[in-house]
């Protein structure tokens, strides 16, 4: 299963690939550190069902980090939500496959998001919506760490503590870097864990790459009435060795020795 | 016109009756229930209703994400915290996903008085009918407020309803139809027409008293809805040969840019007025001396319509 794991995450890795060098735009570095929060949660920690994605009792998932919709695009795909071949679509005319995730164009998406720290007040009333009569879903959202600077992000994060939404799990896509430059370089977070904790959430820390602990984190039973925070820390590019922890890497287009070389390393 | 009410009172009284028929209702607010009046809503309804604190920006998106499982939101602040601060969570998270969130706003304008020009919003209208998906109402008095939020409520999909906190005229009747997109026609008149929206409407009717004491004849169109704008009413007034429109908003953007933009394309070369705020912020006072110093009186109304007519 785990193995399986690793080679989901692989081919997502290698799709995301394929669709930035053939949208000759987008976002590789923080598509690619993503990568295993996503697969974590699409393989066994989410109530999804590809065949029916508006089934109402489905656990919510928000890209709140839109940009890295690429990742998201190849694990729907991947899953099932719809054919492959749409991949290579990504950013054009017409295209289910937006530059920032549209829930009424892309089967699977549940929110629109791309204007930073929305998705995550969009998942606030999920999560809300999830605690009325009648639902019993969850909502995971992941967040991007540039994207914490936005004051909407408090707002929300205020919010969850109050309405004790424990159905609600942020994890936050730490890779450290943004498009100026590092967090530190432009706007620290300071402790963004201590900051959560403040604010009322349970906190947990985890390898962002390591699929396992995100599963056991994002799966482990939550009746605290507390929100739950995972700070998952990752590297930005992760996979592609050049990519790895490059400010330059936010949203480039690959050319073709660039993207041969990824490809070489992401077949191994 | 003797009764008076402010038509945030009735859209509160409005939606807590919309709450007794509709259990998918919920209503959002922003630390001012009292205010806004969906606190008659909360009081009723404490498990459909949630306060966000003072923080418009999460309201707007989490109304959004309320929406989108499949209940009808009712999102309420005041016009320059929804329609302003909140723009751009209003345009994404509610129009640019077609989420079924009715953004409640109140205090637009002069008429919320002593609060003064921070306050004031004059680009509410403006900055909500550019917005794809959008429905922009803006009820003449307390009568017509109740019939426009059930009407938002029968549609999915985003709307904004301007609620003024001032106690206005009661222009319209229990009787008096109401749909959509469909301007009502309160005065017949053919020397020339008024348009008006909001709690203007009622001014424009003692204008058209006004204007009949000397013998004129002057259409009254209450223009409710400022999108999607009933353009063949538009076409009717200006068939009067002089067009006027009046808003307790910027001329800028609103109701007067609306009916602007019919009157020249449709190539009708009529003489056009817009009464209205001039490019200008508010400021504190009473109402009744705000109306005089920005020109939104019915002697405002009368002067503008003797100025087209001279035109004509």
Redesign the interface.
Known sequence: MEQNLEQFARTVRNDVMDMLFAAQSGHPGGSLSCVEILTALYNGVMRIDPKNPHW?ERDRFVLSKGHACPTLYAVLAEKGYFPKEELKNLRQLHSMLQGHP???KCPGV???T??L??G???????????K?PG?DFRVFVVTGDGESQE??IW??A??AA??KLDNLTVLLDHNGLQIDGSNDQVMSLGDIVAKYKAFGWETVVVDGHDIAAITAAASAPNTSGKPRFICCNTVKGKGVSFMENQVGWHGKPINQEQYEAAKRELEV | MAEKQSTRIAYGEALKKLGAVDQKVLACDADLAHATMSAYFADEYPDRFYNFGIAEADMMAASAGLAQCGYTVFANTFAIFGAGRAFEQVRNAICYTNANVKVACSHAGPSCGEDGGSHQAVEDISLMRTLPNMTVLVPADAVEMEKAVFAAAKFNGPCYIRTGRLPTDICTTAETPFEIGKANVLREGTDAAIIACGIMVPQALLAAEALAAKGLSVKIIDMHTIKPLDEEAVKAAAATGAVVTAEEHSIIGGLGSAVAEVLAESACGVPFERVGIKDRFGQSGKPAALFEEYGLTDKAITEAVLRVLAKK
């Open positions: 109402g549209d829930m009424n549940d929110a629109s791309g204007s720290g929305q995550m007040s969009m998942g606030l009333g999920f999560a809300l919506a999830g009325r639902n004051g909407i707002e929300a205020m919010a109050h309405y």
